[in-house]
Structures are given as C-alpha cells and as structure tokens.
C-alpha cells in the first residue's frame, strides 16, 4: 500500500526537453557501496540476537505428532525424533543432495564452464547476444517492435507538459515521483523517480540554481530530518539531491526541544515556500518551532522568526509583496511578517484549532485562507482583526487547501474525512458545489496545476490521482463563463493598485510606510531652495 503525503507542480516549458542522465564513476559507486554496507552493520549490530531458529528437519507438524512442549524438551527432538534418528535422516539428505549435483555438474559440462574459448565470429559466445545496438539492426529478430521509439518519446519533455512531483512511501521505501501530464494529449506517466533517505513532508518548486546564473528547474524537499534537500529535475538517475541546507545533528537531544539554530532546523521541516521575486530566498517551517529563511546563494539561514510557540506546519509568501510572509501553526495561530523588519512588524490571528494549511488569494491580495484540524477554513482579511467568514468545510482535518490557479472564487479543500470537495466563495459567500468520496483513503494534500484552471494532483493514504473536476456538471455549469484572471506570474492583477500592495496593513506599518514616503519626496524640495 502506497501513502502520498505530498505533491507540486512545475510550469510548463520549464523543464529541459531531453533531460540528462547521471553516469556514476567507479569512486562514486565504491563510496556508494561503502556506506550502504556501514549502514546495514549498523542495523545488524542493533538487531536483537535472540530468535528462533531454522527447523531443518523436512517432517510435517500437525496436532497429532507436535505433543506438548515439555515432551518435545526431554526427547530433544521435533516431532519426538531423537538425536541419532535426526542425523541419520540428514547424511543421507546430503549424500543424495551430493550424487545429484554430480550428475548435473558431469551432464552440463560445468567444470570446465570458466575455461575460455575461442570466438571466431561475432555470431560465437555471448558477444553475439550484444553484436547489434537495437532490435530493429538485429537480421534474426523478425518481429519488430516501436517500444524504443516509443521509450525516446517518452523520456523527451515537451513543451506542452507539465511535470507533476509527488512524494510516495511504501512500506519501508521512500522517493519522489516525477510524473509528466499533458492535458491536450490525455497522458499521464511516471517520467523518473528519485530514492530519498527519509519521509517526505514537504516539496517545493524554484527555479533559482546557486551554481549557474540561468534559471533552473530544481526541487526542494522538508522531510522527518532537520536538513532541505534540493535536487535537480532535469537530471535522471540523480543518487543524491544537488545541495542540502543545514545539517544533522550527530546525536538527537534527549533534553528539552532546542528552538532552532544558526545552521538551520533542528527538527523536522514540515513547509516549504520559494520567493518569486528575490529568487535565492526559501522560507521554511519546522517542528522546533521555528520559521528559517534561507539565503540560497550563500546555503545558510540570514532570518530565524521564534515568534510561534508551537510547530511551524504551512507558511506562504505573498504572491507580490516580496517582504510579506504567511506563517501557521500547531500553536492555533497564523502570522503575517513583514521580513524586513520581522521582530517588530507582525500581526497575529488565532484560530480554534491547530492550522493546518494556509494560502494567499491570489484574486484578491488582502486576503488569505487557513484551514485548522477541526475542520475550518477561515477566511481573512489582513486589514482586519476577525476573519470574514468562517466555513465548516470537513468532519476532520482540513489537510488540502488550494484555489484554482485561473479562476477566482474556485475552491478546492481535501480532508482527513476521506472527502474532496470544491467550493464557490466569490463574493465572500461560500457555497459547496460539488463533494465527493474519492477511494483513496484519507486525502493529505492537493494543488492545482499552474496551468490548468481546473486541473488538480490529489494525494491519498492509499492513491494518487490528476483529475480535471470539469467531469462534474455541477462544477462546469457553476464556473462556466466565469472570466478568468491572467494572472500567471509574480505581478498584481490589472484592478489592484501596486502602491496599496506595499501597504498592507500589518499594525503600524502603514503609516510608517507613508511617513517614509513623504519625508523622501520633501527632501529634493529643500535642497532646491
């Protein structure tokens, strides 16, 4: 049974049309070996010795010959064999098992199996099973087959995909699962998959590459460790990510929780949020109850916010004010920082229950969504002290909130509840359009492409899934004809006043803002005079 606890989208057009492959050297693959087998002395040495012990007798036990355990003790003996009937019944297992491996070794000619021979041809020894590059040049293969076409196909990105990037575990195996969807085509296929180390909580999309001064296609990842791993998309076959911020502590402190730290995270890192507009900086939030934001170009923390009081699980930055950053925790509260000045310019909501995710209305700027595991979503004004509305969305958690990435007023919501459900809230009057049971056990999270207006990646505790909710009539003949925003990038829409954008209202710091502005405008007067 698989769990997807996680899940993004990149742009199309973004991702390299042939990706490139990773080919490890022979050092690589040594060090590579090295640890592994450290590893699994290190869970050898940690397993319990004691256990039970292969039964080599072939007898069958049933109720009848088992006896009691007692009796089994005195006689020393399964199924009340003694020792002596025990060992001959072996010897003559073995000199069977010994006569018959004889007879295939003389019959098969295995004795002289390592003994070179002369290959006069191509067409002689095992050279002639790799003579031909492809099936398609091999003259004794009659049947011929498109799978390599079909394969090249595949593995080229087209300009009209989209790359969908979910977490998976399966039992005790962990990676991240790069899937290519084109809507036009109707397809939908895992591209490549890249083994991780740990449980994923967290992905990420950002285009900033500290090595190369043209954008990249890279991905961020929070997991169970304290560290970031940030791996590069275009590469195939990748053993390990192409950075990593912060560092594992050697040994888990066994004292009370530390709050953070100058090198990064010292818990795990449940949220991840990528600045559009200065590129090198990523905010994360982390179970020590910290906020980290991270200079990409330098690899370290520049800003540790300890404002919360509890686990950082979501935060956002705003989808055009490069300095304001939505927070949300454990602690029942959302945060708003103006990260030019964090200490002293926040403003602070508390909700009931614990957040669980947040997003900024990219419709409407002043506005931002937070869903709590009681089953709230709560919708807020950040002019304002209470929030707008108040929905009881879900039975349980509110675990997936998102809105459509084209069409305002359109809401999705998932929840622990088992239950996917699409909301109209335009005019600030939600209404539900359309609900549904999915099968996929308890839904853990959900985005929609960035794309595709209607288009969203579901994941499951049992299933993952892309599904355009226009299937539903409902949902078609609610939205139809709505006009849908242009808005695409890190710019404000048309209606929205960008001078307003820099003054949201976050205490004070309107009127500071204005004071500053006023004071600047003056000066050059002055000195004119």
Not at 310 to 327: D, G, I, R
Not at 337 to 362: A, I, L, Q, Y
Not at 448 to 467: H, L, N, Q, R
Request: one cysteine or more; hydrophobic letters at 35%; glycine letters at 6%.
């Amino acid at each position: 049974m698989s769990f997807y606890p996680c899940v993004t989208w990149v742009k199309r057009g973004v991702a390299k049309q042939t990706p490139d492959r990773v080919e490890v050297t022979k050092e690589e693959l040594e060090k590579i070996i090295r640890e592994a087998k450290g590893d699994i002395k290190d869970l050898e040495d940690n397993e319990d010795e004691d256990g039970w012990e292969d039964v080599e007798s072939g007898d069958e036990i049933t109720e009848e010959n088992r006896g009691s355990s007692s009796d089994h003790l005195k006689e020393g003996a399964t199924g009340g064999c003694t020792d002596d009937t025990k060992k001959g019944k072996r010897k003559r297992k073995e000199k069977h098992a010994d006569d018959d491996m004889e007879d295939i070794v003389n019959a098969y000619g295995l004795d002289k199996y390592d003994e070179e021979e002369d290959v006069s041809s191509p067409w002689d020894g095992i050279a002639g099973l790799t003579y031909y590059a492809s099936n398609t040049e091999d003259p004794y293969i009659t049947m011929k087959d498109d799978d390599e076409d079909s394969d090249l196909e595949d593995f080229q990105i087209k300009a009209t995909d989209n790359l969908v990037v979910v977490g998976r575990v399966e039992k005790d195996c962990t990676n991240l699962e790069v899937h290519v969807y084109n809507e036009d085509e109707n397809n939908f296929y895992v591209h490549h998959d890249m083994l991780v180390a740990t449980f994923p909580l967290a992905l990420e999309w950002l285009n900033f590459d500290p090595t190369d001064e043209k954008p990249g296609n890279l991905l961020a990842v929070g997991s169970m460790d304290p560290t970031i791993d940030v791996w590069d998309l275009d590469l195939v076959d990748s053993i390990e990510p192409a950075f990593t911020l912060g560092t594992k502590p050697k040994k888990k402190a066994k004292s009370k929780k530390k709050v953070g730290s100058v090198g990064g995270h010292t818990d795990a890192v449940l949220d991840l949020s990528w600045n559009h507009h200065v590129r090198n900086v990523l905010a994360s939030g982390a179970a020590d109850f910290t906020v980290a934001l991270w200079d990409l170009s330098q690899g370290k923390v520049v800003t540790t916010l300890k404002q919360h009081t509890e686990k950082v699980q979501a935060l956002q930055w705003h989808p055009f004010e490069a300095q304001s950053l939505l927070t949300a925790s454990f602690d029942h509260t959302a945060m708003v920082f103006d990260c030019r000045s964090p200490t002293n310019s926040h403003k602070t909501w508390t909700f009931d229950g614990e957040v669980e995710r947040v997003t900024w209305n990219h419709f409407s700027p002043f506005y931002y969504l937070a869903s709590t595991d009681q089953g709230f979503v709560y919708c807020v004004d950040v002019r304002m002290d209470k929030p707008v509305f108040t929905l009881g969305a879900h039975t349980k958690a509110v675990t997936g909130l998102c809105l459509s990435s084209r069409v305002p007023g359109c809401l999705v919501t998932a929840s622990a509840d088992k239950c996917f459900k699409v909301w109209d809230i335009n005019d600030n009057k939600p209404e539900c359009v359309f609900d549904k049971d999915l099968g996929m056990g308890e839904l853990q999270c959900v985005s929609c492409c960035p794309d595709s207006a209607f288009v969203f990646a579901i994941g499951g505790e049992t299933d993952f899934k892309v599904w355009d909710i226009r299937e539903n009539a409902a949902v078609r003949n609610r939205f139809q004809g709505r006009t849908a925003s242009k808005v695409t990038g890190p710019s404000p829409p048309a209606s929205v006043d960008p001078v307003a954008l820099e003054t949201l209202s976050l205490g004070t710091r309107t009127d500071t803002f204005n004071k500053k502005r006023k004071r600047k405008k003056k000066k050059p007067a002055a000195e004119s005079s």
